[in-house]
């Protein structure tokens, strides 16, 4: 038989490390430039899922699946970066590479989908995806920038 021993959170040796972490997350997303980057990543992300109803183009079926999943992939991952702030760097790069997806979608996805009305409607918004996303990034990567020289111990 083994004997199990119990510790508390309290004496885990990354602690202090973890404390800084969440405190930084919790900082990044009570700002108002986080806020409003996550609300309006939210309605950009739900708008594109949208947008085929909307805009008037729901006959292509291709594109608005297209822009149906890629719209709730946008809000998911960007729409409440505060909770996962560790990853959000990651995330912001992957909505980066949805929003250019975004731009391309009406001349690469199956079918003659590209009229006046889909391209204008996916380049704005793939636009503004891709801006909130490198917002984003740009503001994880200061967070985390900030945080690198205080932490002296090395990786196990």
């Not at 891709?130 to 920038?145: E, I, N, P, R, V």
């Amino acid at each position: 038989m083994t004997d199990q021993t119990h510790t508390s959170m309290e004496s885990h040796p990354d602690i202090m490390e973890m404390r800084e972490r969440h405190a930084r997350a919790e900082r990044a997303v009570t700002t108002q430039q986080g806020q409003a980057v996550e609300a309006m990543a939210l309605i950009t992300g739900l708008y594109l899922a949208a947008s085929p109803w909307i805009a008037g183009f729901d006959g292509f079926n291709t594109l608005a699946m297209n822009n149906l999943i890629t719209g709730i992939a946008f809000a998911v991952l960007l729409g409440g970066f505060g909770h996962a702030y560790g990853r959000t760097h990651a995330r912001a790069w992957a909505c980066a590479m949805l929003g250019l997806w975004t731009i391309v979608a009406p001349w690469v996805v199956a079918g003659n989908v590209d009229t006046t009305r889909t391209v204008v409607n996916n380049i704005i918004v793939g636009i503004v995806a891709l801006l909130l996303a490198l917002a984003t990034s740009a503001a994880a990567g200061a967070a985390d920038k900030g945080s690198r020289g205080r932490s002296t111990r090395m990786p196990r």
